[in-house]
């Protein structure tokens, strides 16, 4: 039941694979995609909303929202959007355990919302996030931001954020580390097998 | 996991899982729009051969909040009444395209067969006076909720255990999760073999109550006297059981600060448990109810929203 959840790895060296990203890029790429955000936000008044998508969107979500704050000195509210229920391949790949959903302080209804997962592929995610999205509210706007975009959609779906393309082939694994969740920031792309 | 039958089909594991997700569930029912799609297009078919207002209902609002399609046949008025066989009415009502079974049924392993005749899931909702494994869940879920983590929590359940299901689906459970039970009833109301239960047994509510007897309580679970299963005379009046073992308001001042009172319905208020006690603030019979609800969207979850079992 536990397949799709991968072992931590502590030392993103010790790993198999091609590092892409060490930690000082990814505090570097995550704060670039903090400014693109702040420019388009304080169009609005910055009434916007980051949710992220668990595992890994929801400390990238709140990363965002702490840098956003540093360089702009407006704390956006952030919260978290489990998508398990709205995923179409349930039937196919099994049930799997819940994760949490986290209201934004104020609702969703008539802000900007900022969807933040840590890669963008097929785009199946993103799609069951705008599903599961409008039962909690009406935004004015849905945005996409990912830390890495690396190809092979499926969907008539792009992000409007992206912290680092990276072409791969469809065997290739990407795996994006968080301290939050691994204990070091990394990404890597691994050969599949 | 293909069915739900007993409370023993479920590992540690298993279990803390569906509190978990029942968790999860329960957000939504702080939701305008309570409805996730993850049934769509499945048909639940509630077949209760026994009175029941609380599970049905729950178990439908659970499909339904799970977009499921439910249907609800009950005996009475269905072909059951005029003399077809348990197995073809479920045989006919497979054969519909149904996608899983909620079954209550009077008999003791009823639900059981019927899980041998059918090929899809089978969920029990009561079987006798032999096992009701949702309502062990949610009140796993319910003490969780007030008293964290099970592990070396200890439980009294209290009353007719010998026609209880929830009691046996109860001790396993429980026991499952790490907890200590400890059953008290008169003599006449221990099921016979109680010996063999995972659980302490006593006949002194008094002394379980103040720790006396087995060590402190930590919360107290309730049985209704059931009536309509008793045949004989289990104990001489109402009074009497009352007096011997009715949570009464004296009795409530021996529970420590913490300790929730639980009771799976229907109450029979003055007989097993006084007003103070069903309405006080250490009652957590509503939070029971509500908690019937998540924990059962959890279960149909885990049972049917993915492939099913992979034919062998």
């Known amino acids: ?12 060296r010790g ?15 995550v704060d670039r995609m903090a400014h693109e955000i702040i420019e388009t936000v304080a ?94 509210g009406r935004p004015r706007l849905v945005q996409l931001a990912t830390l890495v975009d690396r190809g092979h959609r499926q969907l008539p779906i792009r992000a409007d954020y992206v912290g680092k393309n990276i072409p791969t082939s469809a065997t290739q694994n990407v795996r994006v580390l968080l301290a939050e969740v691994d204990g070091s920031d990394a990404v890597i792309v691994e050969e599949g097998r | 996991m293909k069915n739900l039958l007993s409370a023993a089909d479920l590992s540690r594991e298993d279990a803390v899982e569906i509190l978990d997700t029942a968790r999860r569930m329960q957000e939504v029912q702080t939701r305008e729009v309570k409805k996730l799609p993850p049934l769509r297009g499945r048909t639940v ?30 005996a009475k008025g269905s072909s059951l009444s005029k003399g077809e066989s348990l197995r073809d009415t479920v045989l006919t009502v497979e054969a519909m395209g149904v996608d899983a079974l909620v079954v209550r049924h009077h008999a003791s392993g009823a639900v059981a067969r019927i899980a041998q005749w059918v090929s899809c899931p089978v969920l029990n909702a009561g079987d006798g006076t032999h096992e009701h494994p949702t309502q062990a869940l949610l009140d796993a879920y319910t003490l969780r909720g007030r008293l964290g983590v099970l592990a070396d ?22 026991r499952t999760l790490g907890a200590r039970v400890t059953l008290v009833a008169p003599p006449t109301l221990m099921p016979a073999g109680v010996a063999s239960w995972p659980c302490e047994t006593s006949w002194d509510l ?36 009352a007096i011997g073992y009715g949570l009464s308001p004296e009795r409530l001042e021996l529970l420590g600060d913490q300790a929730p009172v639980l009771h799976p319905g229907p109450m029979n208020r003055g007989l097993e448990i006084s007003s103070l006690a069903a309405d006080g603030p250490r009652s957590v019979v509503l939070d029971q109810v509500q908690a019937g609800v998540a924990v059962r969207m959890a279960v149909l979850y885990r049972l049917l929203a993915g492939p099913g079992e992979v034919p062998v």
């Open chain 1, 43 to 136: 169009k609005g008044d910055f009434d916007a909303v980051l949710l992220g998508i668990p595992t890994r969107g929801v400390p990238l979500a709140y990363r965002l929202g702490a840098r956003i704050e540093v360089f702009a000195g407006v704390a956006l509210p952030v919260g978290s959007i489990d998508i398990t229920l709205y995923r179409d391949d349930l039937r196919v790949r099994g049930v799997r355990p819940l994760a949490q959903t986290l209201q934004p302080e104020g609702g969703i209804t008539g802000r900007s919302v900022i969807l933040v997962d840590d890669v963008l592929c097929s785009g199946r995610t993103c799609r069951a996030a705008l599903d599961a999205l409008t039962e909690l």
């Open chain 1, 1 to 12: 039941m536990a397949e799709h959840r991968r072992a931590p790895v502590p030392d993103p």
């Open chain 2, 206 to 241: 008094d002394a379980v109550l103040s720790g006396k007897a087995h060590g402190d309580v930590d919360a107290v679970m309730m049985l209704r006297v059931q009536r309509e299963r008793m045949s004989g005379g289990y104990f001489p009046t109402e009074r009497e059981y």
């Open chain 1, 15 to 29: 790993a198999e694979g091609t590092v892409i990203l060490r930690e000082a890029d990814v505090g570097r790429v």
């Open chain 2, 153 to 174: 929590r200890h439980v009294a359940i209290v009353g007719d255990i010998t026609h209880s299901r929830v009691a046996r689906s109860n001790v396993l459970l429980l």
């Open chain 2, 45 to 74: 078919v509630n077949l209760f051969f026994e009175d029941s207002t609380r599970t049905r209902s729950s178990f439908e609002i659970a499909g339904k909040w799970l977009s499921a399609d439910v249907i609800n046949v009950s």
